[in-house]
């Protein structure tokens, strides 16, 4: 089996691996390296430096509709592509090169969570599960027939990297079982059911802030969604307060909504419906401390307000 594959940040590392132990890798398609870091010195994608570690082939196409992508693919004769958040919808030409088309991994229990963001958004909004989809790719937004689904419990205090890490392995433990019978004709895809789609659109700034007369349950599966990013975050004393970590407080004190109360050693938040544990957090241009050394650095103090945007 010949095999191209697409993918651009970490959570796509281990399924590349475990598509070399049963493909001939003949290609590896990646976006371009970006500046990072306050230097902004260029980085390459996780993906690209797994790749040339393995000793593959790699593009990093800056457009995907001009065509030199496709006549890349055809020129490589694979079998099949298997995309995992590779990050660009790509065009029929793109889609038809491969001789059984593009295939994808994508992070949620299709069709609940199309879009960018499945992981994050299924933790925002409470769910206590998620999974893998196969799913034969067309030109919609993650809307093609599903080969299978694979699913994974989400803990109660499990945070959107801990659940990629562990999504990343079940997306190897996929590609391994069902790639090879996708490609000789022996698996059926099923059409989405289009009545129960959901959308998990791209994380922007606004998403992250909080909201603290929201539910404390709501407001800790927003921090732990964001983190480590893009990350929750309020206001202290005007300065913007990166959210790291939290925990549902017990027993619950009944405090106005942003009103912190500090228990040594817990320092709480008032919520909507009580209080929450502040864990972790950072200020802007500082480093991540546990809340209370905040409390002693005079960063938070009893009955201080937190809230807002920055």
């Excluded at 609940?112 to 599960?129: D, H, K, L, N, V």
């Excluded at 419990?153 to 079940?170: F, K, M, N």
């Excluded at 202290?236 to 109360?261: D, F, I, K």
């Amino acid at each position: 089996m010949r095999a191209v594959f697409f993918g651009t940040p970490q959570i796509a590392v281990t399924a590349l691996r475990a598509l070399t132990r049963i493909a001939e890798v003949v290609g590896v398609v990646c976006q371009p390296d970006r500046p990072a870091g306050r230097g902004l010195s260029l980085k390459a994608p996780e993906v690209k430096l797994a790749a040339l570690e393995l000793g593959l082939e790699v593009t990093q196409p800056t457009r995907v509709r001009d065509g030199a992508l496709e006549a890349w693919l055809r020129e490589r004769r694979p079998d099949v592509a298997l995309v995992l958040a590779y990050g660009r919808i790509l065009p029929r030409g793109v889609l038809d090169a491969p001789a059984r088309g593009c295939v994808n991994l994508h992070a949620s229990l299709l069709p609940a969570y199309r879009g960018a963001a499945p992981i994050q958004w299924s933790i925002i909004r409470g769910e206590t599960a998620t999974g893998i989809s196969l799913m034969q790719m067309d030109e919609g937004l993650d809307s093609g027939p599903v080969y299978l689904k694979r699913s994974l419990p989400i803990g109660p205090d499990e945070t959107s990297g801990e659940l990629a890490a562990r999504l990343a392995e079940l997306a190897a433990e996929v590609t391994l079982e069902a790639l090879s019978k996708v490609v000789r004709g022996e698996l059926a895809a099923e059409p989405q059911d289009e009545t129960r789609v959901t959308l998990a659109p791209p994380l922007e700034r606004s998403h992250g802030i909080i909201d603290w007369s929201q539910s404390s349950q709501s407001i800790h599966d927003l921090v732990r969604g964001l983190s480590p990013r893009p990350s929750a975050f309020t206001t202290a004393a005007g300065q913007r307060l990166r959210v790291a970590a939290t925990r549902l407080a017990s027993p619950v004190p009944v405090l106005e909504p942003g009103t912190v109360r500090v228990e040594r050693p817990r320092v709480l938040v008032g919520t909507g419906d009580g209080a929450l544990e502040l864990v972790r957090a950072q200020l802007e241009g500082k480093r991540e401390l546990v809340a209370l050394d905040l409390v002693n650095g005079r960063a938070l103090a009893d009955a201080q307000v937190l809230g807002g945007s920055s």
